[in-house]
């Protein structure tokens, strides 16, 4: 499986484009790093290629086929900040199990504790609920995942925890993995290939 | 150094600081007109919030515990710890702007002084100052000069006005910068002028609490180095970040922060390798597990806040546990020129 | 490892926290508002009876507040009066706080529905409320029904807004976009993410219309446009009265207004502290 995405241009104004003519693609069980500094507009292709972002011109594809709008959107996107991923009102167990219920294997790959699921998203600290939010996402279903900085705001240790886990997984499911960072030293530790997005955004 | 390993071994804090002044002596004599006594001094402090556990019981929840820091002028502290560990909550507490619903104990000095509530709304601000992590810190509906300047009386206005602009050129913010709302600026601009707020309110001591998260390296760099330049003109500076890399580039000491106390305080010094200079098993997975090191993870989280420990805080993930660990918590001890709370270090 | 949970404050006698007190204010008004439609509804009309033996008599310990030129208690009055303007006021209320969710809903189903709403609720607000209540009283042939239509048709305005601002807020939070990918459907995100944190306010809305409604009910009552003379209402009393206070007789005046103002605070005091409850910025003090 391929994820394409194809002469892909936004921007909130007509005259002030934040993304041009981009392309890209991500292959099953690619790990693939993109780096851009701040302001560059790497959430904004996130979203693009995740679907939230609608108003946009181009093409994304999996195969050569448009992802369908309704049911569940086989490329999953994880957020930089998991506070604001998760519905304050919910209870941690129903967080975890909103897309699918989360096998105990990867539960316990994750290290993430039953003791955790009677509690509300604010007693979690955000290296806790960053596990949960991709415990979510990684579905028999997903075939991709976006990883826009989704351990920029946690410790070293928990960072190796994280991507020690989502590599295993991702490995065993055959997924394709985005990982969206300004940090190269993370991304060449990670990643297959690299690609800089000022190199294929043409603004 | 022979000497300084027994004055380690009577282990408190004051000697502590005597060590770290001679090793500065022997290191630099330029440094010598430093201050003796460090600027800031955070004695044991604890912090616990009551909350409202089911229905209508209070309960208490502690979240900063048996925690000790020292800032001297001309020196950049960083504060080094993952998220939840408490390490915003001990910038607010020296602020004096927790909520209403905290409890702080314990000793903070400032300049000799005792920090009371009413001392630390009186020189919040004037002589420490914040500059915070996120953008949201500016009122979206004032423009920018008139924020950093913030309310001074009238005649001194135009005074104001020219030191804020001289301020902005130095951090190459354009004239027009002055007359824009914050939703104009770039994320690079924002951070530029929450430091220039800082630096305009003359302040001796500085805490930033995660000025650098999302930032590309070149607006880090150029984002650390006005900390540095700050301390350079003799501030005290405390920077709050989890970000051990930002941290190494600038800083002077390194407090490693977790689960709400510190657990060791290094010299940058003692970073390097595989991390054989560090003295507190934590401080070396933390070092161990950055990608650019051995990218090595080590089992288990930090406790919960509501977790009661008896023993080493770490105790759980520690991989030298002996049996004292599991019985109280550690004494403070100073070792090669840092702190650290454990017990298997000599 | 244990769970630490150290009680600070233990049982009632150790002096309350804000939340029990809240509570406590909470019980006690409803409490007292509770008391009022009960015993309004269990005093029957003969207590009302004309009785010109002891008309206008001062306010004593027989008539605590007094009695009126037809020698009627205006204790009991005043009670019936209150009564019926809690229990209108409770109509009212539920009625606009219907009309409200499902304008509010409406509103985020599509740009033109969210314009029109906007539009409605700014042409509600830009006529004068008590004058708008008239116009749809008499619209609706005057009396209780027209008073009480009234009243209900033209409170949904704020609580519409609320509705409105807070579903778009909702709307663009990470977590919903994210349900959607997991691909639940819009219902699904309608009433397990939306709705749980509209109740809240939904709530508090109803119970701060409250007082509006009942004051806005004995205003229309008091100019004629309400309910008719026989009926026991607080406007009718209020207005009635205003012919006897040059006589000296400010009890017939007096005891019924303060009954209302403290019924009208009373409200506003359940809404108040429900908000404090209810608002995370506070919770925990």
């Avoid at chain 1, 851009?36 to 679907?51: E, F, M, P, Q, V």
């Avoid at chain 3, 008499?138 to 519409?160: D, E, N, P, Q, Y």
């Avoid at chain 3, 944190?197 to 009910?217: S, V």
Wanted: glycine share 8%; hydrophobic share 40%; with cysteine.
């Amino acid at each position: 499986m391929c994820l394409k995405c194809e002469n892909i241009s936004f921007g909130y104004k007509k005259n002030n484009l934040i993304l041009n003519n981009v392309n890209l693609s991500l292959g099953s069980g690619e790990v693939l790093g993109l780096i851009g500094d701040s302001g560059s507009g790497k959430s904004t292709l996130c979203k693009i290629l995740a679907g939230y972002e609608n108003n946009y011109q181009g093409n994304v594809s999996i195969d050569g086929k448009a992802i369908p709008s309704k049911g569940y959107n086989p490329v999953q996107l994880v957020f930089q900040h998991p506070e604001k991923a998760v519905n304050p009102k919910w209870k941690m167990k129903d967080i975890l199990n909103e897309g699918h219920i989360v096998p105990q294997d990867i539960l316990d790959s994750f290290g993430i504790k039953k003791s955790w699921f009677n509690r509300w998203p604010n007693e979690l600290s955000g290296g806790e609920l960053q596990r949960f939010a991709l415990a979510r996402a990684l579905s028999p279903e997903t075939k991709f995942l976006i990883a826009d900085e989704i351990t920029t705001m946690v410790d070293a240790i928990t960072q190796a925890q994280i991507w020690n886990i989502v590599l295993d997984i991702v490995k065993e499911l055959n997924i394709g993995v985005l990982v969206v960072s300004h940090e190269k030293k993370l991304i060449s530790k990670l990643c297959h290939d690299v690609v800089y997005l000022d190199d294929i955004n043409t603004v | 150094m022979g000497y300084m390993e027994n004055m380690g071994n009577m282990g408190n804090m004051e000697n502590m600081e005597n060590m770290g002044n001679m090793e500065n002596k022997t290191k630099t004599t330029a440094k010598e007109k430093k201050k003796t006594e460090a600027l800031l001094k955070v004695e044991n402090i604890s912090l616990s919030f009551i909350q409202y556990a089911s229905g209508l019981r209070q309960t208490e929840l502690k979240v900063i515990s048996n925690l000790s820091i020292e800032a001297h002028s001309g020196e950049i502290l960083a504060v080094v710890g993952s998220s939840g560990s408490g390490k915003s909550l001990l910038a607010h507490a020296i602020l004096g702007i927790l909520p209403s619903n905290a409890k702080l104990d314990g000793k903070m000095e400032y300049n000799g002084q005792q920090l009371t509530p009413e001392k630390k709304e009186e020189i919040r601000g004037k002589e420490i100052a914040l500059v915070p992590q996120s953008t949201n810190y500016l009122d979206p509906l004032m423009r920018i000069s008139n924020q950093v300047i913030g309310c001074v009386e009238e005649k001194n206005e135009g005074l104001m006005k020219k030191v804020q602009r001289d301020i902005f050129q130095k951090y190459d913010l354009k004239p027009d910068v002055d007359r824009m709302f914050p939703h104009e600026l770039s994320g690079g601009m924002t951070r530029r002028v929450l430091v220039s707020t800082a630096v305009m309110s003359s302040a001796k001591l500085i805490i930033a609490d995660e000025p650098t998260p999302g930032l590309d390296e070149k607006t880090l760099n150029e984002t650390l180095s006005y900390f540095k330049d700050m301390a350079n003109r003799g501030c005290a500076v405390i920077l709050i970040t989890h970000d051990i890399e930002a941290a190494l580039k600038i800083s002077d000491k390194i407090a490693v922060f977790y689960a709400g106390t510190v657990l060791e305080v290094a010299n940058v010094e003692d970073f390097k390798n595989n991390g054989e200079n560090l003295r507190h098993p934590y401080t070396r997975a933390l070092w161990n597990a950055l990608p650019q090191n051995k990218f090595q993870a080590i089992k288990g989280h930090q406790p919960m806040q509501d977790e009661v420990i008896d023993g080493c805080i770490f105790y759980e993930r520690c991989s030298k546990k002996n049996e004292l660990c599991s019985k109280g918590i550690p004494q403070l001890k100073s070792v090669n020129g840092g702190v650290v709370r454990c017990n298997n270090v000599s | 490892m244990s769970t630490a949970v150290v009680t600070v404050n233990k049982g009632v006698f150790r002096g309350f926290n804000l939340r029990q007190k809240t509570l406590l204010i909470i019980g006690f008004t409803s409490l007292l508002l509770l008391a009022i439609v009960i015993s309004s509804v269990e005093f029957g009309d003969e207590s009302l009876h004309t009785n010109f033996g002891s008309k206008n008599l001062n306010p004593s310990p027989e008539h605590p507040f007094g009695t009126d030129w037809m020698g009627r208690d205006m204790f009991i009055r005043t009670l019936k009066g209150l009564g019926s303007s809690i229990m209108i006021g409770a109509f009212a209320s539920t009625i606009s706080t219907i009309l409200a969710i499902i304008l509010g809903l409406l509103s985020s189903t599509g740009k033109i529905a969210d314009s029109f709403i906007a539009w409605l609720v700014d042409l509600f607000l830009s006529i004068p409320h008590l004058l708008l209540i008239i116009l749809i009283s008499i619209g609706f042939g005057g009396g209780a029904t027209g008073v009480i239509i009234g009243v209900a048709l033209t409170h949904w305005t704020g609580l519409t807004r609320v509705v409105r601002a807070e579903i778009k807020q909702l709307k663009t939070q990470e977590y919903i976009h994210i349900s959607r990918n997991l691909g639940k459907s819009k219902w699904w995100i309608a009433t397990k993410h939306i709705f749980p944190h509209l109740i809240p306010q939904i709530f508090l809305g109803t119970i701060l219309m409250f007082p509006h409604a009942i004051l806005h009910e004995a205003s229309a009552t008091f100019l004629g446009f309400g309910l008719s003379p026989h009926e026991p209402a607080i406007g009718i009393i209020l207005s009635e009265s205003m012919k006897y206070l040059s006589a000296g007789y400010w009890w017939l005046a007096f005891f019924p207004g303060l009954s209302l103002l403290i019924v009208v605070l009373a409200f506003d005091m359940i809404g108040e502290n429900l908000g404090k409850l209810i608002d995370p910025k506070n919770a925990h003090e």
